[in-house]
C-alpha cells in the first residue's frame, strides 16, 4: 500500500522528478518536426534591430533521425510464434493498427527522445477487438520495481481530456485517472503542478490465473542494463540544430544589414538632404561647404561597401559544423547533401555502409522489443476476448506464456534496377536460395499473397494470350 500512497502523492504534485525528463523530451520532439518557434534565435550582442519574422532554419534533426531509420523496417519483417493460429491473429492485431508504420515511427522515437512506449487496449469492435497506440516519452512516466531498475511495475500517460490535463495511472491491479483543476494551457510541457484523482477502477486485463497486466511493451535506444531510461542521440541532435538555427540566423542577418552599401556625402553643406524621389538620369545639386581655411569643399557623393569575406568564412566553418556532427552520428555528408554523382549499385551500398551498420545493430535489439510487444499484445488480447472468443483466448494465452516468436527481416541494402540486381536474382533463383514468389515480392514491394495472385494472373495471361516466345500481336 505505501507504493501506491507514493505514486498517489507524487502525481498529485505534478511528479516533480519527472519535469525536467518530460520538458527535454518535448523539446527534442519540436526540432525532430522542425517546430522552432518556440525556440527563437537569441543574439544578444546585434547592435541593431532584427526583424524575427524571417528566421533561418534548417530542418537538421529531423533529416537525420530519418536517415538513420531508413533501413531497419524499410520492409515489413515476417514475425511468427509458436501457434500458426496466434501468428495469423497477431498478423491481424498488426494490419489493424498500421504497425508497420508505427515500428519505424517507434525506431525514430528512440533516437528522439530515448524511449517509445506501446500501449494496448480491447475494443467492442469485432473485426478489431485490439487497439494499439504509440506513445513518445514525452507523454508518459514510468515507475519501476525497487528491486529491478528495469522493469516497469506502473505507467502513466499524459495526454489532454477537453481542456484539462489528464494523467492515467496503469498498474497491475488498478487504472486511475486524474485530471489538472484548471485549464492546460500549453501542452507538452511536461505534467502540470498538480493532479486531482478522478476516478478508480480495477485492471480489466488479466491472466487466465488471475494476475493483472501492465499492458504496455516498450522501445528504447539502447538495450537496457541498470535502468529503464536509456539515453539516445536526441539531445545532442537538437543541440546541433539549435547551433544550426543560430548560424543561419547570424549568417542571415549579416547578408541582410552588413552587406548592404552605406551612402555617403562629403563636403557638402550641413543643411542638404538628398530629394526623396531620385529618378534615373536626373541630376543632383551638392551645394558645397566652407571649410575651416575658408575656402570650399569639392562635395561628392560614393558609397561605403564592408568586405564580404565574412559571409564565406561563417558558412564554411557552418558547413565543417554541420559535417562533423554528421560524421559522429553515423551518417555520410555525402548521402544527407545529395550531391554525389550517380553511381553503381555497388558503390551505392558501399558509400551507405555506416547507416546500414547502424541499421544491422539495431536489428537484434529491436528483435527484442518486437517480442516484448507480441507478448503482450497477446496477452491482452487472450484477456480482452476470453469471454467471447474462448478458442481464440485459449491460443492467445498460450503464445503470451510461450511465445516461440521469430522474426525474419528483410534485405538492408536498396536493390536499385538494373544489371547488378538482375545478376543477382538469377542467381538466387539457380542456386535454390529464393523463389519466384520472394523475387516478386521485392521487386514489386508485395505482400506474399499478392506476389502469389500476380503469378498466377501472369500464367492466365500466358495461356490465353501467349508468352515471349510466341508472343500474339
Request: overall charge negative.
Amino acid at each position: 500500500m505505501s507504493f501506491e500512497n507514493d505514486l498517489d502523492k507524487a502525481i498529485r504534485a505534478g511528479v516533480p522528478d519527472q519535469r525536467r525528463r518530460l520538458k527535454d523530451a518535448w523539446d527534442n520532439l519540436q526540432f525532430a518536426n522542425a517546430r522552432f518557434h518556440d525556440y527563437p534565435t537569441q543574439i544578444t550582442e546585434a547592435g541593431y534591430q532584427r526583424d524575427t519574422r524571417y528566421r533561418r532554419t534548417a530542418p537538421i534533426m529531423q533529416r537525420i533521425v530519418h536517415t538513420l531509420t531508413a533501413n531497419l523496417y524499410r520492409r515489413n519483417p515476417a514475425r511468427t510464434l509458436a501457434s500458426d493460429t496466434a501468428t495469423s491473429y497477431l498478423d491481424a492485431f498488426y494490419r489493424r493498427n498500421g504497425m508497420g508504420a508505427k515500428w519505424r515511427r517507434a525506431d525514430q522515437l528512440t533516437l528522439i527522445s530515448d524511449v517509445a512506449a506501446f500501449q494496448f487496449a480491447g475494443t467492442e469492435n469485432p473485426a478489431a477487438p485490439i487497439r494499439i497506440h504509440l506513445w513518445s516519452s514525452d507523454s508518459f512516466v514510468v515507475w519501476t520495481d525497487p528491486t529491478d531498475p528495469a522493469a516497469p511495475v506502473a505507467v502513466a500517460t499524459l495526454d489532454l481530456l477537453g481542456d484539462r490535463r489528464r494523467l492515467r495511472l496503469w498498474t497491475a491491479e488498478e487504472v486511475s485517472t486524474y485530471l489538472s483543476p484548471v485549464t492546460a494551457g500549453d501542452f507538452g510541457r511536461g505534467p502540470t503542478a498538480a493532479y486531482v484523482r478522478h476516478s478508480t477502477a480495477p485492471n480489466p486485463y488479466r491472466r487466465e490465473d488471475g494476475t493483472g497486466i501492465l499492458p504496455f511493451a516498450f522501445a528504447h535506444a539502447q538495450p537496457v542494463t541498470d535502468g529503464f531510461w536509456s539515453h539516445g542521440p536526441g539531445h545532442n541532435l537538437r543541440v546541433v540544430n539549435d547551433a544550426v538555427n543560430f548560424g543561419l540566423d547570424e549568417l542571415g542577418d549579416g547578408v541582410r544589414y552588413l552587406a548592404k552599401p552605406i551612402g555617403l556625402a562629403e563636403g557638402v553643406a550641413s543643411s542638404w538632404t538628398p530629394p526623396f524621389e531620385i529618378k534615373p538620369g536626373m541630376f543632383l545639386a551638392l551645394p558645397s561647404d566652407r571649410s575651416a581655411a575658408g575656402t570650399f569643399n569639392n562635395p561628392s557623393l560614393r558609397y561605403l561597401s564592408p568586405e564580404l569575406g565574412f559571409i564565406e568564412s561563417c558558412w564554411a566553418d557552418l558547413n565543417n559544423y554541420i559535417d562533423l556532427s554528421l560524421e559522429m552520428h553515423g551518417v555520410p555528408p555525402s548521402t544527407f547533401r545529395m550531391t554525389a554523382p550517380a553511381a553503381s549499385g555497388v558503390a551505392i551500398v558501399a558509400e551507405n555502409g555506416p547507416i546500414l551498420d547502424w541499421a544491422e545493430q539495431r536489428r537484434q535489439p529491436f528483435s527484442h522489443y518486437e517480442q516484448e510487444v507480441a507478448v503482450v499484445a497477446c496477452a491482452v488480447g487472450a484477456s480482452h476476448l476470453r469471454e467471447y472468443e474462448p478458442a481464440i483466448a485459449a491460443e492467445l494465452e498460450s503464445a503470451a506464456n510461450n511465445p516461440g516468436f521469430s522474426m525474419r527481416w528483410g534485405p538492408l541494402y536498396f536493390p536499385l534496377p538494373g544489371p547488378d540486381r538482375d545478376a543477382s536474382d538469377a542467381f538466387r533463383l539457380d542456386r535454390g536460395l529464393a523463389s519466384s514468389i520472394d523475387i516478386l515480392q521485392e521487386r514489386e514491394d508485395l505482400t506474399r499473397e499478392q506476389a502469389i495472385a500476380r503469378i498466377e494472373q501472369i500464367k492466365e495471361d500466358e495461356a490465353k494470350y501467349g508468352n515471349a516466345d510466341n508472343p500474339m500481336i
